[in-house]
C-alpha cells in the first residue's frame, strides 16, 4: 500500500465520521424534548406566533424531510441560519473561533512547554526532595477542576493583587488604545484563563515526559551509546526525547482536540466568547442548525489535530507510518 | 537567565498596561451586567429580557409610562407625544407628536413612522414580538392592524387613533417603541429577521449603540440629538455579557462591574456590608408555586377532554398538600425574608385590586390530614403511605435544574408532604424538557415562577379552555373564575372592576388550583457612585438616562 493510498484511506474516512457525527447529533436533538419555539410562549405573545415561526424554521415537516433539505444544504456549505442570531450559522461560528482558537494554540503550547521543562528540571534531580514535591504538586494540580482553579487565580490576581483583568477577552476602551495597548490587553486578559487552561495540562505532560524520558535513558542502547562516547546531549536530543515523545504527541492530539472544541468551564468563569460557550448556549436553546454546525466544527478539529499529531509521530520515526496512517 | 530576563520584560509591559488603564476610568461610564447576551437590537424581534431593556433605551415610545407605587398602576407622561386627547368615551385619541424627536441619521420621527411601526408589529410575516397584541384595535382576522380605519394622520405630528368601541382600552395599547418607516420599507418584510438592521439600528432614544463586541459587551452612547438629552447624562452604558454569577459578584465588589440583577439572598447581607455598594429589590413580580395537574393530561392529550387526576383533581386533596406545606421556612430560611408568602396571582403592587384579606393556607398539617381523610385517603396497610383503593398516593415533583431555591424548596416540600403520608420524589430536569412535559401535559405536579406581565393578565393561565390557554399548565377548570376572567374583559368602572379582581382572588384562593409559595424579590446591587435609580416593578434597569454620576 503506498503512502497516498493510506492518506486518501484516513481522509475518506474521516470524511465517514463527520458525516456520521452530524447525522447523529441531526437525530438525537431532535429526538430529545424540547422545541426552539418555546420562547415565543408567553402571555404577552399570540400563540399563533409560535407556530409562525415553527412553519418558518421548516420544523413542521416530517423529520425524514427535514434530514434531507439539511443534508442537501450541507453539501452546498449551507449550515442554515441560526435560530437565536439570526444570521448564517458559519458567520455566528466565525465570530465565536478567534477566541478558542488563540486559546486553544497558546494552551497547547504552554501545556507542552511547561511540562517537558518542568519533567527535565525533576528527571535532573531524580529523587531529590524538589522532585518528588513536583511529582506529588503534578497529581493535586491535574485534578483540580478547572473552575476551583479559575476562581483562585481570580482571587489572587484580580481581586487581591489586581494585576489581570478578572473577566472578558479585551476592556471596553480598546479601540482607544494603542497598537501596543491592544496587544498588552489582550494578552493580560488571557493571562488567567491561559493558566486556568494550561496548569493541569501542564501537570499530565509533565508526568508523561518525565517518565517517557526516564523510561527511554533507562534502556540499553543508551548506555551503548553513551560507552560509545556520545554526548549527553546529543543523545538526549537526538535518542532519548524522539522514542520518549510517542504517547505525548497522541495525548497532545487528543487535548489540541478538546482545547479547540471550546472550554466551557474557562470561557464561563472569565467571560470569554468561545466556542464552548457558544456550543451549550445554542443546546440550551434548541437552536438545531447551530448546534450541528458546532459539533461539526468540533469533531472537524478533533479529526485534523490527531492527524497532524500523527504526521508528526511519523515525521520522527517513519518506521511507524503505515500503522499510523491506516 | 534568557528566561529570566524574558518573564521580567513580561511583568513590566504588563505593569506598563495597568498604568494605561487609569487614564480611561474618568469617562463617564457605568457596567451593567447581564447574564446572556441579547440576540437582536432590534424591538420588533426584542423577545429576551435584556433585549427589552437596551431597545428601550435605543426607541422611543409615543407615550412615557411611569410607575406609581401609591397609586399600584401605571401613569402616562409626554414622550414622543407631546400632548393628547381622548374622545368622551376612550376610543378614539388624538395624538400631537413633538417636531424635534429625530433618527439618528438626521430624519424626523413624524407620524407616518408611529402607523407603520404598527403596521408592521402587527404584520403576520414579520413575526414581531407584538403580533396578536392589537385586539383592541380595528383588525384583520389574521391579527394586522386595519390601517385605515384606525389611523388618520392629520398631518406629520398630528394622528389620530381609533379603537373597537367594544373594547377595554389602557394606556398599554399604545406602549410600543416606534421604528423608522424609511428604513424598513426598504426590507422585505419576510426578511427583517435576518437584516443588518437588527445589528446596527437607526434610533431615535436617548441612547445609540456605539459598538457591540460579540458575547462580551454591548456599549450604549449618550444620543446628543435626542430631546432628552442633557449634560449630566452618564455617556456610556455598558452591558457586560457576565454569565457566572460568582464572577458577577466579585466584578461588582471590585467595582469593575457597576450594576447587577438577581443577586442570591444568602449573598445580599454580604454585599450589603461593602462600602461602595448599596441593595434594592423589585418587588411583586414573579412568584413561585408548585404546580398539580388538576387533570388526567395523558387523557385530556388523546381525547382533548378533561377528566380529574387521580390525585389533584379533587379540590379537598390540594387544599391538603397547601396547609401541609411550610412556605414560611422557605421564606425565611432561604430567602431570608426578601419576599413575602403569596395568596393569589396577584400582587401587592396593585394597590387597588390586591385582596389584603387573603390570609391563605398556613401551615397545619393536622389540618392537611383531615382533609386528606375526607378525600379519602387514608394509610390502611400502616406503610406511611396514604392510599385510596389500590393507588398509593406518590408522586415526582419537577424542578428545573440548576435552581438552588427550587431544590431547596422541593426538599422542604418532599419532607412536609412525607409527614402526611405522601411520598414525593423529586426529579430535576432541563428548563426545556420541562417545558416540553408542561405544554404537553406530561407532568403531574413541578415547581415554576410566573413573571406577572404588566397590565395584569389572568385569562393565559387561568381560563378553563385549554386550547385557547396553552399557560394554563394545571389545566385549571372553574366555570366561575371563567365568567369572571371573561367579565374583565369588558368595560367597568374602577370599583366594579376591582371588585371582579378581589372575588377572582377569593375562588383561586378557595379552589388551589396550584400552590402560592411566595413572591421572591429580585435583589439588586449597584455601586453608590451611580444616583437617581428607579427600581419598581417595572423593573430594575430603566430610564437610564435619568440616572447620574457622583462626582
Keep these: 500500500m503506498t503512502k497516498e493510498y493510506l492518506i486518501l484511506k484516513r481522509l475518506l474516512s474521516s470524511l465517514l465520521i463527520l458525516f456520521l457525527v452530524i447525522t447523529l447529533v441531526f437525530v438525537l436533538i431532535r429526538i430529545s424534548p424540547g422545541d426552539p419555539t418555546q420562547k415565543y410562549i408567553s402571555p404577552k405573545l399570540s400563540s399563533q406566533l409560535a407556530e409562525e415561526v415553527r412553519k418558518s424554521y421548516g420544523l413542521d415537516e416530517p423529520i425524514t424531510i427535514q434530514y434531507l433539505n439539511f443534508i442537501k444544504n450541507i453539501f452546498t ?78 482571587f489572587i490576581f484580580a481581586v487581591q493583587f489586581e494585576i489581570f483583568p478578572s473577566s472578558g477577552f479585551k476592556s471596553f476602551y480598546y479601540d482607544e488604545l494603542t497598537f501596543i495597548g491592544r496587544i498588552k490587553d489582550i494578552a493580560a486578559h488571557l493571562i488567567l484563563p491561559l493558566l486556568t487552561l494550561s496548569i493541569p495540562g501542564a501537570a499530565l505532560f509533565y508526568n508523561y515526559f518525565r517518565d517517557g524520558i526516564e523510561d527511554v535513558m533507562n534502556k540499553d542502547f543508551v548506555l551503548y551509546l553513551k560507552a560509545n562516547g556520545f554526548s549527553d546531549k546529543i543523545i538526549f536530543r537526538k535518542h532519548i526525547l524522539p522514542n520518549s515523545l510517542k504517547p505525548i504527541l497522541s495525548v497532545a492530539g487528543i487535548e489540541l482536540g478538546f482545547l479547540l472544541s471550546g472550554t466551557l468551564v474557562t470561557e464561563v468563569i472569565f467571560s470569554l466568547p468561545g466556542m464552548g460557550r457558544l456550543m451549550m448556549s445554542s443546546i440550551l436553546s434548541r437552536d438545531f442548525p447551530l448546534v450541528i454546525a458546532c459539533a461539526f466544527i468540533s469533531a472537524l478539529f478533533i479529526i485534523i489535530s490527531n492527524f497532524v499529531f500523527d504526521l508528526i509521530k511519523v515525521k520522527i520515526d517513519r518506521r511507524i507510518w503505515k500503522e499510523i496512517l491506516s | 537567565m534568557r528566561l529570566k530576563f524574558h518573564f521580567i520584560l513580561l511583568l513590566l509591559l504588563l505593569i506598563s498596561a495597568s498604568c494605561e488603564k487609569e487614564q480611561f476610568k474618568d469617562t463617564s461610564r457605568v457596567v451593567i451586567a447581564i447574564q446572556s447576551e441579547p440576540e437582536t437590537l432590534n424591538p420588533i424581534y426584542a423577545f429576551g429580557l435584556n433585549e427589552g431593556v437596551i431597545t428601550d433605551h435605543l426607541f422611543l415610545y409615543l407615550l412615557d409610562l411611569k410607575w406609581n407605587e401609591n397609586k399600584g398602576d401605571v401613569e402616562a407622561f409626554p414622550m414622543l407625544a407631546e400632548k393628547w386627547q381622548w374622545n368622551s368615551d376612550s376610543t378614539s385619541i388624538d395624538i400631537y407628536l413633538r417636531n424635534d424627536a429625530k433618527w439618528s441619521d438626521g430624519k424626523t420621527v413624524s407620524a407616518y413612522d408611529v402607523v407603520y411601526s404598527f403596521d408592521i408589529y402587527s404584520d403576520q410575516q414579520v413575526q414581531s414580538r407584538f403580533y396578536g397584541m392589537f385586539k383592541n384595535f380595528y383588525h384583520f382576522e389574521n391579527g394586522e392592524v386595519d390601517l385605515e380605519k384606525t389611523f388618520a394622520v392629520k398631518d406629520s405630528f398630528h394622528l389620530i387613533i381609533n379603537f373597537l368601541p367594544d373594547k377595554v382600552i389602557s394606556l398599554f395599547d399604545l406602549a410600543f417603541p416606534v421604528i423608522p418607516k424609511h428604513i424598513y420599507e426598504n426590507i422585505n418584510r419576510s426578511e427583517i429577521q435576518t437584516a443588518e438592521i437588527n445589528f446596527n439600528p437607526i434610533i431615535n432614544g436617548a441612547y445609540k449603540l456605539k459598538k457591540w463586541e460579540r458575547n462580551q459587551f454591548i456599549i450604549l452612547e449618550a444620543n446628543r440629538e ?32 457597576d450594576f447587577t440583577e438577581d443577586i442570591r439572598p444568602s449573598d445580599a447581607k454580604q454585599l450589603s456590608n461593602q462600602k461602595n455598594l448599596k441593595l434594592a429589590s423589585v418587588k411583586g413580580r414573579q412568584y413561585d408555586y408548585v404546580g398539580w395537574n388538576n387533570i388526567d393530561g395523558k387523557y385530556f392529550s388523546e381525547t382533548k377532554k378533561v377528566k380529574p387526576h387521580k390525585f389533584f383533581g379533587d379540590k379537598k386533596v390540594r387544599q391538603a398538600l397547601s396547609y401541609a406545606i411550610n412556605r414560611k421556612e422557605i421564606l425565611s430560611q432561604y430567602l431570608l425574608n426578601y419576599g413575602s408568602l403569596c395568596n393569589s396571582p396577584i400582587s401587592e403592587i396593585f394597590v387597588n385590586e390586591f385582596d389584603s384579606s387573603l390570609t391563605g393556607f398556613e401551615y397545619n398539617p393536622d389540618k392537611a390530614k383531615v382533609l386528606l381523610r375526607e378525600a379519602g385517603w387514608a394509610d390502611k396497610n400502616r406503610n406511611g403511605i396514604l392510599e385510596k383503593g389500590n393507588t398509593e398516593f406518590l408522586f415526582t415533583l419537577h424542578i428545573p435544574s440548576g435552581n438552588p431555591l427550587r431544590e431547596y424548596a422541593a426538599t422542604v416540600i418532599k419532607n412536609n408532604l412525607k409527614q402526611v403520608g405522601i411520598e414525593v420524589k423529586v426529579e430535576k430536569l432541563e428548563f426545556g424538557v420541562l417545558m416540553d412535559g408542561l405544554l404537553n401535559r406530561k407532568l403531574d405536579a413541578w415547581i415554576l415562577a410566573w413573571f406577572i406581565p404588566l397590565p395584569n393578565e389572568l385569562k393565559s393561565y387561568w381560563y378553563s379552555d385549554l386550547t385557547q390557554t396553552q399557560l394554563n399548565f394545571a389545566g385549571y377548570q372553574s366555570a366561575e373564575a371563567d365568567k369572571i376572567i371573561l367579565e374583565l374583559e369588558k368595560k367597568h368602572s374602577k370599583e366594579d372592576y376591582i371588585k371582579l379582581m378581589k372575588k377572582f382572588q377569593q375562588i383561586i384562593s378557595e379552589d388551589q388550583p396550584v400552590t402560592f409559595l411566595y413572591w421572591f424579590d429580585n435583589i439588586v446591587s449597584y455601586n453608590k457612585r451611580i444616583k437617581n435609580i428607579t427600581i419598581n416593578p417595572f423593573g430594575a434597569i430603566q430610564r437610564i438616562w435619568e440616572w447620574r454620576l457622583e462626582n
Excluded at chain 1, 486553544?104 to 531524580?126: C, D, H, N, P
Aim: hydrophobic share 50%; aromatic share 12%.
Design chain 1, 77 to 154: 456549505g449551507d449550515f442554515g441560519i441560526s435560530y437565536e442570531y439570526r444570521i448564517p450559522v458559519l458567520k455566528v461560528i466565525l465570530e465565536f473561533l478567534p477566541v478558542t482558537l488563540m486559546l486553544a494554540f497558546l494552551s497547547i503550547t504552554m501545556q507542552l512547554l511547561l511540562g517537558y521543562f518542568t519533567a527535565l528540571f525533576s528527571v535532573r534531580r531524580k529523587n531529590s526532595l524538589i522532585d518528588r514535591l513536583i511529582r506529588k504538586s503534578s497529581v493535586i494540580l491535574y485534578v483540580t477542576p478547572g473552575f476551583v482553579l479559575g476562581l483562585i487565580l481570580v
Design chain 2, 226 to 257: 435626542c430631546f432628552l438629552y442633557d449634560d449630566e447624562m452618564i455617556k456610556e452604558i455598558i452591558f457586560k455579557v457576565t454569565p457566572d454569577y460568582n464572577s458577577a459578584l466579585t466584578q461588582l465588589k471590585k467595582g469593575e462591574i
